[in-house]
């Protein structure tokens, strides 16, 4: 156990763009679960929903922005490098061979996207090569559909301190502060020309705002009317 790296954990998803919603629950888990490291893997193409109206590349120097000078936050684009659609199973799999086999990695989901794991392309795989940690808040049921239930109850870890003795396989529910921020949200007031200050970092803002990013096509042609 002594020659067993400290946890990565993995925090994938469209990041359309990243707000302090992502990036609270990250930080606790960063030191709670005393992980190395909280890996920002923003997707290319989604499985789940829409393509994004801004491109991966955007996103991710938003990310890049939103991180920077925080210890233990990295941005990785491997999702990015890789053609087609982005499923997570293939994500950790690439980082599971970078990293090999010793290394815990924690997959980073909220307890709604957990729920739901049973939608994902090759699910039952992810345990395979990951801990699953599962956000939610503080007393909130962990009731779960059959399918998932029946899979999950063998595996749930009741200690975080599991999760550093073994590479793999391990789910844990973590509760976390989680502030009701969405990017619908952001992009719906940075359409109306509305500003989301405190809702995301300014570096993240200022980075929107150069680029003129999440602007509304009919609001831009009727001020230039």
């Known amino acids: 156990m002594l020659n067993t790296p400290r946890p990565i954990?993995?925090?994938?998803?469209?990041?359309?763009?990243?707000?302090?919603?992502?990036?609270?629950?990250?930080?606790?888990?960063?030191?709670?679960?005393?992980?190395?490291?909280?890996?920002?893997?923003?997707?290319?193409?989604?499985?789940h929903r829409g393509t994004p109206q801004v491109t991966a590349?955007?996103?991710?120097?938003?990310?890049?922005?939103?991180?920077?000078?925080?210890?233990g936050f990295v941005a990785d684009d491997r999702e990015l490098r890789r053609e087609g659609t982005s499923y997570m199973v293939d994500t950790l799999a690439?980082?599971?061979?970078?990293l090999g086999q010793k290394t815990p990695l924690c997959l980073i989901v909220g307890a709604d996207a957990f729920r739901e794991l049973h939608t994902w392309s090759?699910?039952?795989?992810?345990?395979?090569?990951?801990?699953?940690?599962?956000?939610?808040?503080?007393?909130?049921?962990?009731?779960?559909?059959?399918?998932?239930?029946?899979?999950?109850?063998?595996?749930?870890?009741?200690?975080?301190?599991?999760?550093r003795t073994q590479p793999a396989g391990r789910i844990l529910f973590q509760p976390v502060t989680q502030l009701d921020i969405?990017?619908?949200?952001?992009?719906?007031?940075?359409?109306?020309?509305q500003s989301p200050r405190y809702l995301l970092p300014e570096a993240a803002l200022a980075c929107i705002h150069d680029q003129e990013l999440y602007r509304s096509p009919f609001v831009e042609n009727s001020v230039n009317s």
Request: with cysteine; charged share 20%.
């Open 182 to 193: 969405s990017a619908t949200q952001i992009r719906a007031l940075l359409v109306r020309g």
């Open 94 to 98: 690439s980082l599971r061979e970078d």
């Open 9 to 47: 954990g993995i925090l994938g998803g469209t990041f359309d763009p990243i707000h302090y919603g992502h990036l609270r629950p990250a930080l606790e888990l960063l030191e709670t679960l005393e992980l190395a490291e909280v890996r920002f893997i923003p997707c290319r193409i989604p499985a």
């Open 122 to 163: 090759r699910w039952r795989d992810l345990a395979k090569v990951a801990h699953i940690v599962v956000m939610q808040r503080p007393g909130a049921s962990q009731a779960l559909p059959a399918t998932m239930a029946e899979w999950a109850t063998p595996r749930i870890a009741l200690d975080a301190a599991v999760l």
């Open 57 to 71: 590349e955007q996103r991710l120097a938003l990310v890049q922005a939103a991180i920077a000078g925080q210890p």
